[in-house]
């Protein structure tokens, strides 16, 4: 450009400028950070994105600047400077060229507004000097060994850390930031304002590995002269009980903090041995027993500068992972919602009960008055019995109490407990102050979660398939807290199963990539030494026990280190993400291989298993625990896990092995890796044949003719074309056969109605999604249902209720189907991330819903579709964002649109 600025083109601008997923984020963890906008365009239907430039400014110098790119590429662009540094603070912009497809660039568009980014502590010595601090009764040694024991099980007080420092009149305190982190979970106060509205920090993550730090600017809090900060810890999932053993001290015995306070280019305050500690009103604090607070003990004032704090302890200089600390990726957990109590109620047996009228996951906050030393106690639940009565059966033996004692100061009090959560609908009032009553106006339901932005939304002229999807959403935002869980009441854990079936699911109702992309580096750094990935993600201690180590390495609970990554691709066109899990799936399918080449170990035991002249079936997986087809209709936990040790069917694991093979293949290419990439399509060739010949009949279908069966070998593409009509046919006699009910487990339901369209069933693929008697989606609801059940029938048609999760997601993996096929909304694996849009409705046949629509915030802006039935006719309207393709198909019409509205329409049955 030689210098001379271009006449700039007013036609297309860049906005909404994000950073690996956010807007302005502070305290990043990549030093090649990658950029995203969006296009507004005064004639989107015309022009589209030619070329780009970025400009990335640090300290008013340009550190990068891409000169024109020729390229409509507008997502998660890589920054190829120099490498970002430690707390270095940048701005960027971007301008682009737009015209018509297949002209030449010829004048840029304004430069967008800038957008901001700034590094976290990256390198161990940006800590140098700030040392982990706790109690000096965290790290005494008891006495005795008895003592020892005591502490190690016991639940204890959190202890409170206190310092004041002096803010000087030269200092720079505008970018002012905060660096922290504990073994345990904290809250932080500067000057009695707690510096975030994040909870539960540093977050949950594989802490053998990694323990998270936040960065925070506290610039607003301080104030020339004398301050004080303040930290309050817990046990979280550090010392706390985790998982359905409810283990103690899986990856510590004792919490610390590590904090450091920098203002310009001058260290403020940190953690050392000048901070003074107490306890306070939290008495105990479990993830799943609750919350324990006494007000009597908080001391008044104790974050505040002039609090009289000479009789504290001073704290204990202890030693810590300094080494492991990462910044943090991704959303923090935080209050995304708060829902008034509907009613308190008497049960029949006279007990007190709040109903929130929906199953969520969080705290409750109330307020209440009474004398010093009155009690308030509630016990959480997500269900009544038959009769009426509250009931707390499907916790397990997590309590999910909240105790709180009155200081009685005269005045109303307010609590909500900051270091546990809970999984509920009801809340039983235990114990209230005596001479008032409880109402529902004491009480308010806090929700929480990872934030993920709501992103997608279906809807559709059929009530309960509306409610099921608003049902679906409830349980998403329930179990990413911190994590993707199986639920947030009896376990609270990172099973990898239920997110590699309800990723799709999940990434379409909201924007679950920072969240998953932060989990994927868990499922990394646990990954065992042989290859296997463990069936839960943090693994702890408890999950690690002699009894579930052969747990690891299931079919499609492994699987998720190459299903997620896949998801985060097709839907946000990351390709960073399959490079960085490229490693951990290939010594996946390294482990696969291996296990293939066993002999299974009844295989002496059983002569009946020999097949030809020897016992092993080579390239068949017969070998290992296999979660298989979980929790299919009439199964049990206990019947489940039995078979899955003793003698799991070959055919799910091994047709997962094909489709994984396939996938990794698939990945291979993308990332440029030919090589990989033929040997695992060969090795697939090899699998598929073996399969065939061990597994199969002569008529070229499974032995194996149930729903479990014939899904999975006809979704992962194991059936050979001339028999894929027949084993249609098939499925669909089968499904009848059970009165259109599925008989699926946690991998093949998701799977079950797409296949059936695929096969030409569509009729029968929404009698099976319309259906309401156990097992379908739609009975839960008609027993008030608010969330996705862990089972069918965790309520009985007679009321009675099972020991099972209420909000457990897993099944609720249908969303995918409701987005993909009934609105038709899907992306082009070819073009991911939405660049190219394939809107392709499947209506019912029956004509049991006569519309629906979908809406998707994608990278480039909002795409929609709905459509409409009248008269036989099938009418399509469309809208594509600036920098998006479609194309829409009705029938056996099709059109390829650009940017802006469309109109498509065609017979029905065309």
């Known amino acids: 450009m030689g210098g001379v600025e271009l006449q700039e083109s007013l036609s297309m601008r860049a906005t909404g400028l994000t950073t690996e997923y956010e807007t302005d984020p502070i305290g990043l963890a990549t030093t090649q950070p990658r950029f995203s906008w969006r296009l507004e365009s005064d004639d989107p239907s015309n022009e589209i994105q030619l070329a780009y430039e970025i400009e990335v400014i640090s300290s008013d110098c340009v550190t990068w600047k891409t000169a024109m790119v020729r390229s409509a590429n507008q997502v998660l662009i890589p920054y190829a400077g120099q490498d970002l540094s430690s707390r270095q603070q940048c701005t960027w912009r971007v301008r682009v060229w737009a015209g018509e497809p297949g002209t030449e660039p010829t004048r840029p568009g304004p430069w967008s507004e800038p957008a901001s980014l700034e590094m976290a502590l990256l390198r161990t010595e940006d800590w140098g000097g700030t040392a982990w601090i706790s109690s ?15 502490q190690r099980s016991a639940d204890r007080p959190s202890p409170l850390l206190r310092k004041e420092f002096e803010v000087a009149p030269g200092d720079d305190i505008a970018d002012a930031r905060l660096y922290c ?11 009695g304002i707690s510096v975030s509205d994040d909870r539960l920090r540093p977050g949950f993550t594989a802490y053998d590995h990694r323990i998270q730090h936040q960065t925070y600017d506290v610039s607003a809090l301080l104030i020339e002269g004398r301050n004080t900060i303040g930290i309050t810890l817990a046990d979280g999932w550090w010392r706390g009980r985790v998982g359905v053993f409810r283990k103690p001290n899986n990856w510590g015995t004792n919490v610390a903090a590590i904090a450091r306070l920098e203002a310009g280019h001058r260290m403020l305050v940190q953690s050392d041995s000048t901070w003074k500690a107490a306890e306070g009103g939290v008495r105990r604090a479990c993830l799943f027993n609750g919350e324990e607070f006494d007000a009597r003990l908080e001391p008044d004032g104790w974050t505040s500068t002039g609090f009289d704090d000479q009789a504290w302890s001073t704290v204990a200089v202890v030693d810590g992972p300094t080494r492991r600390l990462v910044p943090q990726v991704g959303p923090s957990v935080r209050v995304v919602g708060q829902i008034c109590a509907q009613e308190v109620f008497r049960t029949p047996s006279g007990e ?37 009565e509250f009931t707390s059966d499907t916790f397990g033996d997590s309590r999910q109490q909240v105790r709180y004692t009155l200081a009685g ?40 979660s990872s934030e993920a932005r709501a ?25 990413f807290v911190e994590i993707p869980t199986d639920c947030p009441t009896r376990e609270k854990a990172g099973w990898t199963g239920d997110i590699a079936v309800f990723g799709r699911t999940g990434a379409l109702n909201r924007n679950i990539a920072p969240i998953l992309v932060r989990w994927l580096g868990d499922v990394r750094a646990d990954q065992l030494d042989d290859g296997r990935i463990p069936c839960v993600v943090p693994v702890s201690s408890s999950y690690n026990a002699f009894f579930m180590r052969p747990t690891h390495g299931g079919a499609a609970w492994s699987d998720a280190c190459v299903d997620v990554p896949w998801t985060l691709y097709l839907h946000y066109g990351d390709h960073r993400v399959l490079e960085e899990n490229y490693a951990t799936m290939c010594r996946w399918v390294d482990a696969l291989e291996h296990r293939s080449r066993r002999d299974p170990w009844w295989a002496t035991a059983d002569p009946r298993t020999r097949i030809g002249s020897g016992r092993h079936r080579e390239h068949v997986i017969d070998s290992g625990f296999q979660w298989a087809e979980w929790l299919a209709p009439g199964e049990t936990l206990t019947r489940n896990w039995l078979r899955g040790l003793l003698k799991p069917d070959p055919l799910i694991a091994t047709a997962y092995y094909a489709r994984t093979l396939q996938r990794v293949a698939r990945i291979a290419s993308l990332l440029n890796h030919s090589d990989d990439a033929q040997q695992m399509l060969e090795r697939r060739e090899l699998v598929v044949a073996a399969i065939q010949q061990h597994l199969f009949a002569a008529d070229g279908l499974p032995r194996r003719r149930d729903q479990i069966g014939l899904v999975a070998c006809l979704a992962f593409g194991l059936i050979d074309e001339p028999h894929r009509a027949t084993a249609g046919e098939a499925l669909a006699r089968v499904v009848r056969a059970n009165d259109a009910k599925l008989a699926t487990g946690f991998t093949m339901t998701p799977l079950l109605c797409p296949t059936l369209v695929d096969a030409g069933h569509t009729e029968l693929a929404y009698d099976v999604l319309l259906s309401a008697e156990i097992p379908s989606w739609l009975y839960p609801i008609s027993k008030g249902a608010t969330t996705v059940w862990e089972t069918w029938d965790a309520i009985t048609p007679d009321g009675s209720v099972s020991d099972v999760s209420q909000n457990h997601y897993a099944f609720g993996a249908i969303g995918e189907f409701l987005h993909r096929y009934v609105a038709g909304l899907d992306t082009d694996s070819e073009r991911p991330g939405y660049e190219h849009v394939l809107i392709k409705p499947r209506p019912d046949p029956a004509g049991r819903l006569t519309h629906a629509s979908a809406n998707l915030e994608t990278a480039r802006g909002t795409v929609s579709t709905s459509w409409t039935i009248s008269d036989g006719q099938l009418a399509v309207d469309a809208t594509l964002p600036v920098g998006a393709t479609a194309t829409i198909t009705v029938g056996s019409t099709s059109a390829n649109v650009g940017a802006g509205t469309h109109h498509v329409s065609g017979p029905l049955h065309g």
């Open 136 to 150: 000096p009764r965290e790290s005494a040694r008891p006495a005795s060994r008895r003592l020892r024991r005591r």
């Open 181 to 191: 982190s504990a073994l345990g979970v904290y809250d932080i106060e500067i000057n």
């Open 352 to 388: 007190a009960v709040v109903d929130f009228g929906q199953n969520l996951a969080g705290v409750v906050e109330f307020t209440v008055s009474g004398p010093a030393g009155s009690r308030v106690r509630l016990t959480h639940g997500e269900t009544l019995t038959a009769d009426g």
């Open 409 to 448: 100061a005269g005045e109303t009090e307010t609590f909500a407990a900051r270091f546990t959560y809970h999984g509920f609908r009801y809340a039983r009032v235990d114990e209230w102050p005596t001479g008032s009553e409880p109402t529902a106006e004491d009480f308010t339901a806090l929700v929480l």
């Open 455 to 479: 992103t997608g939304r279906f809807e559709c002229s059929h009530g309960e398939i509306n409610r099921l999807i608003e049902n679906i959403d409830r349980s998403q935002v329930a179990n």
